[in-house]
């Protein structure tokens, strides 16, 4: 013992007499590096200040020796002076200082040894140079403090420790808030001290990895007690760690050989993370793998039940950056190799096209307008919906992106199709991200609202803040988490550089994918950083389990066998055995022009039993064989020249429909197959008249014209026109397939075949041109919503094949 | 390790060098301006020749004498050592608070001092028809303890810094409020001169008092000049001037007595003046780039006492011959100083 420059004995350390933790008996010898580890509030900040005598001992005592050789002595017989010749500190916790430059906070470590007036000699200037040099900081000297880095500060701070010439150093987390380079160099200027001159380093450190690595022992505190305390690799292995930490065998595991954490939620990248202090409070499981099936119970024979992580990036409102956060989540998942499928919600084709194509990620869209869950047809359920895409791709974690704010919807309540709607549907939790730019405190009370006002099943369960500084980030979180039951999961700084807000993003080029590809990769990188991703993923697997009826199951052996070839649909009217065998091939124009689909519409068609055959009507000059043709929406307005330059596929379309060739055609391919398409000049790029005429293909009676606002847009419900007999194409009598309007143009003749109603209000209006093979009209159309519609084409183009 | 002096910092050194230089050399000169134009400003015009000839030589009219003699000269110098104080005062007290907001007047110790100064007067002047300046200045030394004392019970409980102005200022409101209900009901003859005192003023400045005022003003000012060291490690924070062989109790105690022992010379002579106690070592540390006390606490009494000089000739001949409060035209002076210290600090 009386070796030891530093003996601790039955030491009690506590807060005003009220006991800590008991019984603290260490000894540490001259030019020894010691570190206490723990988690956060564990007691190793108390320690030190007590044995900087900060704080008065609650029981036992502490011996420092003075010399080297002499024997030591109780730290209470000490004068201040004396302490401060032996003992130096370096403190958690930023330092305020008012005009003080970096040389000026150095040189108070010359306080012991100075005059009455503290003035500095030269010998003292010397050792503030030799200190400032020490810790390569004589550039700073002549700095402001308060204006130099986070790595300089400390750097500065342990400057001045040096600078008191003490024979033992206490360092209370001097690592925090230093990035990896100046973390090894604060170690490495500690290690020389220890080595070189004989000082004693007594420290405690956040980082396992680096308090292994540069201590010669290492001091467990836990609560209570110290739970282990020895050369790092006798007590430092995976069982003390977890124990230490409370960590949880499911989420990592602690190397000892290589001093590294193992992170098992994210094996690819497991070295990134290692260096993070590991949280205390990591919730039951992050289970991501593949998507499970967790077997349908005998007692619930009518469905079954499919775990899928997942969740939803809601917003308060537009603007707030949910897209940009979403894309970048999905590039990250996907990075992390967790196969996000990515889901929409409400009618918008852009995004999900977004995902598809920029992010290679499969997306679709959930719609509870078009899926609504009252609806007895139970394969046309978000749920249904997101559990079949999830299942086809096999994904390991489902995302969807909101729309507009939270609650906004339409309908009566104005929540409905809302993405809080969808978010209540498919059991999804949510996360928020807003636009905290010019908030702080307010934020709090902003998302309180949005809590409370979810009033039962609440869903939000998280934020991510966007647009602010990381320095804000800490408080806000504290504020965010001690007044609501949210996780804050992260932010996204501001970054200008992160933004591809108004751009028509159905209009890339493949030039601009590049720049888009870098810039997603670019956010993907910075969220990497921002964001809790153990968080994120424990709050996916937080969802239940998606029920799903028996029927849909059936539907997905009906996906395999489609994709093989052979298909059937699973009707209650059987079709003739000879029919079964013809598989109608289904033109699909599919190209800059006509990019409008939902996944799911082709999906169904193919369940159906067709085979779907893409083409362009802008490159290709001829049509492709076979026994229907779809036209969906899109931009011909963009392309009006190529497509109207393009003679030959137009006759030929029109010489199939001649033929008895079932079409179908939406929006965009209902303008193609009118006589007219009249643009302003500018979009068509040509000088002269203020008006391009277009010739279409002419099929169907009418000109096109671009108005200067949205021509009937919002949801609808298509259903026969009152007054005709019989069917309106492939929508049988009494039927009503559901759908949506969104367009600039309108047409001489819109059609009158079918009323289009906007749901819960009385407007109505006529539309979709009907003729016996043809059905085309303005209405995108969501098939699910009426599974006879697909069905009936898909049979009409049978029929015709068989001609 | 010889000679590591690097040029650039041998550079720096000598650039602040000439920076203190530079400021001391224009407070000085301000000092001195301030006391010849003061002197020379009044009522009755003296022209500079004469004022010489009496500073100097004792000669002159009988009446010209006594206006610079009696009346001008020890109210220039009261205002030059009081204002000096309440700088030091300032100074000392945002070394024990942390904060530069802090001061006298927003604590509440000048309300304190005010308040136990009234009761003094009142029953003092009341049974003998005068008070000693003694007499007075412990009164106010008192109440400037009991306040403190307040505000320290109030600093442990309150941990941040906005709580704390907010008691200082309640504790100034509640003395205030006593100190009106004592003048409302004072007797008649007491009330003008007290009333005018509570409201802070120069005016009833003369030699006995101006000397008692120096006496004291210039221990402390010695005993804080002394104390330039630990101050200056304090202001790193109380865990580093204790690592650093700081006696921490000790000091914190000199400090609070220092700084209330300023403060009630100030209130016990001149009643309370607000803002010159925040503003001026803010403004001196501006202007020096530095905030090591060595040089912050000369500098500061003699910005302290040009500011009041300056202050009271403002006072004085603005609206001559009614004379403002010394208050009013420190406040407009220095609070326009705290609001601009308030919003770079928030910025």
Known sequence: MDKNHLQLDHLVVGYNGKALIHGIEIGVQRGEIVTLVGPNGSG??????????????????????????????????????????????????????????????????????????????????????????????????????????????????????????????????????????????????????????????????????????????????????????????????????????????????????????????????????????????????????????????????????????????????????????????????????????????????????????????????????????????????????????????????????????YFDGTGASGMEASSFDLAQQTDTPVILTLNAKGMSRSVVALLRGLVDYEKENRRIRGVILNRISPGMFPVMKKWIEEDTDLKVIGYLPQDDSLSWGSRHLGLLQPEELTGLQEQIDHLADTLENTIDQEALLDLASTAPAIRTPSESAGKKADIALTSSGASEKSEKKADPAGEKQIVPRIAVARDEAFSFYYEDNLEMLQECGAELVFFSPVHDRTLPAADGLLLGGGYPELHAQALAQNEEMKAQICECAAKGMPLLAECGGFMYLQENLVLADRTAGKDGADQKTWKMCGLLPGTCRMTDKLVRFGYIELEKKDGQSGEAGCLKEGHRIRGHEFHYFDSTDNGNACTARKPGRRRSWDCMVVQDNIMAGFPHLYYRSDPDFAAAFVEKCRQFSRK | MDNLQRPEYAHAKALRRTRYTVVFAALAAAFLAMIILNINTGSVSIPVGRILRILFLRQGEANEVSIIWKIRMPRILQAAILGGALALSGFLLQTFFGNPIAGPFVLGISSGAKMCVAVVMILLIG?????????????????????????????????????????????????????????????????????????????????????????????????????????????????????????????????????????????????PISFVGIAVPFLVKRALGTS???????????????????????????????????????SILGAPVVIYMLIRKNR
């Open chain 2, 127 to 271: 049974r003998f028809g005068t008070a000693s300046s003694w007499a007075l200045i412990l009164a106010a030394f008192a109440g400037a303890m009991m306040s403190t004392a307040f505000i320290l019970v109030v600093s442990r409980a309150v941990r941040h810094m906005a709580g704390l102005l907010v008691a200082g200022i309640m504790i100034g409101y509640i003395c205030s409020a006593i100190t009106e209900f004592l003048v409302t009901f004072a007797e008649d003859s007491d009330i003008v001169n007290l009333h005018g005192w509570s409201q802070g003023s120069f005016s009833g400045a003369d030699w006995s008092g101006t000397g008692t005022a120096a006496m004291i003003v210039g221990i402390a000012f010695f005993c804080v000049f002394l104390l330039a060291k630990p101050i200056g490690a304090y202001q790193m924070g109380e865990a580093y001037a204790q690592s650093m062989g700081v006696n921490i109790k000790r000091f914190r105690m000199e400090l609070i007595i220092l700084s209330g022992l300023l403060s009630a010379c100030v209130t016990a002579f001149a009643g």
């Open chain 1, 44 to 405: 190793k900040s108390t320690i030190l200040k007590t044995i900087t005598r900060q704080l008065l001992p609650v029981g036992g005592e502490i011996f420092l020796s003075d010399e080297e050789d002499s024997s030591p002595k109780k730290l209470d017989r000490f004068s201040p002076a004396d302490l401060a010749r032996n003992m130096a500190v370096m403190l958690t916790g930023r330092l305020q200082t008012e005009l003080m430059t970096c040389r000026d906070v150095t040189a108070m470590g010359r306080y012991p040894y100075t005059g009455r007036l503290g003035i500095l000699s030269d010998a003292d200037e010397q050792k503030v140079e030799a200190a400032l040099a020490a810790v390569h900081a004589q550039g700073l000297s002549d700095r402001p403090f308060d204006a130099v880095s986070d790595g300089e500060r400390q750097r500065i701070l342990l400057a001045r420790a040096i600078c008191q010439e003490p024979k033992i150093i206490v360092l209370d987390e001097p690592t925090s808030y230093l990035d990896i380079r100046h973390k090894l160099e604060l170690l490495s200027i500690l290690h020389r001290m220890s080595r070189e001159q004989g000082i004693t380093v007594v420290m405690s450190l956040h980082e396992i990895d680096l308090a292994m690595k540069t201590s010669d022992r290492i001091i467990c505190v836990r609560g209570e007690e110290i739970f282990a305390c020895g050369k790092p690799s006798e007590i430092l292995d995976d069982e003390t760690v977890r124990k230490l930490y409370d960590l949880d065998p499911a989420l990592g595991r602690f190397d000892a050989k290589n001093g590294s954490l193992d992170l098992f939620f994210a094996e690819k990248e497991s070295g990134v993370n290692a260096d993070r202090p590991m949280k205390e409070d990591t919730a039951e499981e992050a289970v991501i793998a593949e998507s499970k099936k967790v077997s349908s119970k005998a007692d619930e024979k009518e469905t079954e039940s499919i775990a899928i992580p997942r969740l939803m990036i809601a917003a308060p409102g537009s603007g707030s950056g949910k897209t940009l956060v979403t894309c970048g989540l999905l590039r990250l998942l996907q990075r992390k190799n967790l196969h996000p499928a990515a889901f929409k919600c409400g009618p918008d084709y852009i995004d999900p096209m977004f995902h598809r194509q920029v992010l290679g990620i499969p997306s679709r869209n959930l719609d509870t307008f078009f899926s609504p869950e009252d609806s007895e047809n139970a394969a046309n359920t978000t749920a249904a919906t997101l559990a079949r895409a999830v299942a086809k791709n096999g994904a390991g974690i489902a995302v969807i992106e909101g729309v507009m704010g």
């Open chain 2, 292 to 330: 090591k006390p060595i040089v912050v606490i000369p500098a500061a009494f003699l910005g302290g006492a040009v500011f009041c000089m300056v202050s009271d000739l403002i006072a004085r001949m603005a609206f001559s011959p009614t004379e403002l409060n010394i208050s009013t035209v420190t």
